[in-house]
Nanobody, 122 residues
């Protein structure tokens, strides 16, 4: 129905940068917002950043001024530019879409990707 595919994760040294990408496809009728969650080993999943269809963004305090979320409606792409990475940013990062599929009568639901590993070495 709705597929989300993340890419761009990997291993980077502290202070480095990575750019995550998310491609959404399928029978998407409308998108309310998209975002990134992350989950580190032994910790709860947390919201990293979110962007609405109007372009309004919000970030976790721990990533403000370091991460930037962006979205392009063409191709339903979303990105997370991560700068000044820290070892505590190590986690699996998940792309999330909140929207309706496949029609206007569908409830707003959340759809998740499989996740991409980000590892920051000290």
């Amino acid at each position: 129905q709705v597929q989300l595919v993340e890419s761009g994760g990997g291993l980077v040294q502290a202070g480095g940068s990575l750019r995550l990408s998310c491609a959404a496809s399928g029978n998407i009728f409308s998108i309310n917002s998209m975002g990134w969650y992350r989950q580190a080993p032994g910790k709860q999943r947390e919201l990293v950043a979110r962007i609405t269809s109007a372009g309004i963004t919000n970030y976790a305090d721990s990533v403000k001024d370091r991460f930037t979320i962006s979205r392009y409606n063409v191709g339903n792409m979303m990105y997370l530019q991560m700068n000044s990475l820290k070892p505590e940013d190590t986690a699996v990062y998940y792309c999330v879409l909140w929207g309706r599929a496949p029609s206007s009568g569908s409830p707003v639901s959340d759809y998740w990707g499989q996740g991409t590993q980000v590892t920051v070495s000290s």
